[in-house]
């Protein structure tokens, strides 16, 4: 195994695969480098001496500028590296040739089809509160009822409480709604209970009238202030959904109906090199026959927006990028925070520096595809192929979003780790073989043997390979352990 990767012959950073050593040498080209210092593994060493403000170069684009001289063999990090990033930006469409189209494949997959034609990988049944004063009620609805069925005749029974859906107004409000919306529709879900209270913003009569046309057979409601016993008339609404939800069978379903979200979380310096890539060539795989996956993180797409731009359909595709990356910046100005205040200290530790060191790595979960169609926070998928939506980097809020928008599950990849999961499922791939070693729990996939010799191709078929069975019904962690969770945005007052 290489002990160090230069991942673009442009690039003038090398990244260490292992720790290396001070007195180590790198042979770059005919060069020999010789370390100044120790560098931690997914960590930069300089392969040249840098002047003050001349441009680090890593994946073949600047991922910032020194802050001081820097000599060959030291290590690069946030104490000599800068952001090339400062406010808003103009952008100009340069359309590029758009990768072909391949055969459509004649993979299938065992899903659930449901009578409005949509397709589900699971069938479960969710209790879903329109407030946050019965997160009690539903908690005690889904451990009951799990109780009384053991598991049996449906993949799971879950609640999904949540701080919203009353003293919020405007934009906070409607996103309330959206999301719920989305999770009510949800097509993973083979019944569902919404629970109101009664005095809440989000009335249960509206937010029916909200949801447009359902499954009436599927969506049973409950509003808690008027009903006598609320566990009780629970309890019957839900054995009502579970014979429903019980009788259902899986089919065979082309492959080209599958809606993947792509996220990353808790990122290191392998992330761009590793499990970053390998769901880019997935993605690839999924949308050139017809397939749909999802990028959302709009502020880890800041530094590498134009990549995304350049990638756009036609110019209405690309006005819709460059409004949601303009959106998003002036979210921030608006709220007097620095725009480019990114990565995380977790990120700084696993090596990376920048945040355009960072959203280079993020947007490669993207592939080489063209950009079909932008989506705003809480928007419902229309367009096959590549979409953007529009989400924060914050793990559950974008994941939340990515399966309201009608994804079937999200593929999350991590360099740090992290157990959570939404309320689709949660696939974490790892960028590192010891993340996938140590976090048995948490990690369903490891992209890390992508630096010990496996090729992409390789790594690439199997990934696909227990995609598949995930989708036919695998379980994975967070299903597992029950690490289910919904988060949603909120960004005004709350009465």
């Not at 034609?117 to 329109?130: A, Q």
């Not at 926070?377 to 009608?406: E, F, H, M, R, W």
């Not at 090729?455 to 029950?482: A, C, Q, T």
Request: with cysteine.
């Amino acid at each position: 195994m290489n002990k160090y990767i230069q991942i673009n012959a442009a690039d003038n950073v090398a990244v260490a695969i292992v720790p290396l050593l001070s007195g180590d040498k790198l042979r770059i080209d005919d060069r020999e480098i010789t370390l100044l210092e120790d560098i931690p593994a997914g960590h930069k060493v300089a392969l040249k001496s840098f002047a003050r403000n001349e441009h680090i170069i890593k994946y073949g684009f600047p991922i910032g500028h020194a802050s001081q001289t820097i000599p060959e063999g030291t290590w690069i990090n946030e104490k000599n590296i800068k952001s090339n990033l400062e406010g808003v930006l103009d952008y100009t469409y340069q359309a590029q040739k758009a990768l072909p189209m391949t055969e459509k494949c004649d993979i299938t997959f065992k899903g659930y089809r449901r009578k409005n034609d949509d397709v589900g990988i699971r069938n479960e049944i969710w209790i879903i509160p329109t407030v946050g004063c019965v997160n009690g009620v539903i908690n005690q609805l889904a451990e009951a009822f799990r109780n009384q069925t053991k598991g049996a005749g449906v993949d799971a029974i879950v609640a999904f409480p949540h701080n919203y859906g009353c003293s919020q107004l405007g934009d906070d409000h409607e996103n309330t709604k959206k999301i719920l919306r989305g999770m009510v529709k949800h097509p993973n879900a083979g019944g569902v209970l919404v629970v109101g209270l009664g005095c809440e913003n989000n009335q249960i009569d509206e937010f029916r009238e909200f949801l447009g046309e359902y499954d009436e057979e599927r969506v049973r409601f409950m509003v808690t202030q008027q009903v006598g016993d609320e566990i009780e008339i629970g309890m019957q609404l839900l054995n009502e959904l579970y014979c429903y939800a019980s009788k259902d069978k899986r089919t065979d379903i082309p492959l080209s109906e599958l809606k993947v979200g792509l996220k990353c979380g808790g990122s290191d310096g392998f992330s761009g090199i590793t499990a970053n890539p390998l769901l880019g060539a997935f993605s690839d795989f999924l949308v050139s026959p017809e397939g749909t996956t999802v990028l959302t993180e709009v502020p880890e797409m800041f530094g590498a927006e134009t990549l995304l731009m350049n990638r756009s359909l036609n110019k209405a595709v690309f006005d819709k990028v460059v409004h949601l990356i303009n959106d998003f910046k002036a979210y921030y100005i608006e709220n007097n925070q620095p725009i480019y205040e990114n990565p995380s200290p977790g990120n700084r530790a696993g090596g990376i520096s920048t945040l355009e060191e960072k959203s280079l790595g993020c947007t490669q979960k993207s592939g080489a595809s063209p950009v079909r169609d932008v989506l705003m926070y809480g928007d419902q998928l229309k367009v096959k192929g590549l979409n953007l939506l529009s989400a924060p980097g914050n793990d559950l809020i974008a994941s939340t979003a990515l399966a309201a928008c009608g994804c079937h599950l999200v593929l999350f990849t991590t360099g740090r780790g992290t157990p959570f999961g939404t309320f689709v499922p949660t696939v974490k791939i790892s960028t590192n073989s010891n993340l996938f070693i140590n976090k048995p729990g948490w990690i369903d996939f490891n992209a890390g043997s992508l630096i010990e010799g496996d090729g992409m191709d390789h790594l690439s078929k199997r990934f696909i390979d227990y995609i598949i069975e995930v989708i036919n019904g695998r379980p994975v962690n967070n299903e597992i352990k029950n690490y289910r969770e919904i988060s949603i945005f909120k960004t005004g007052v709350t009465l």
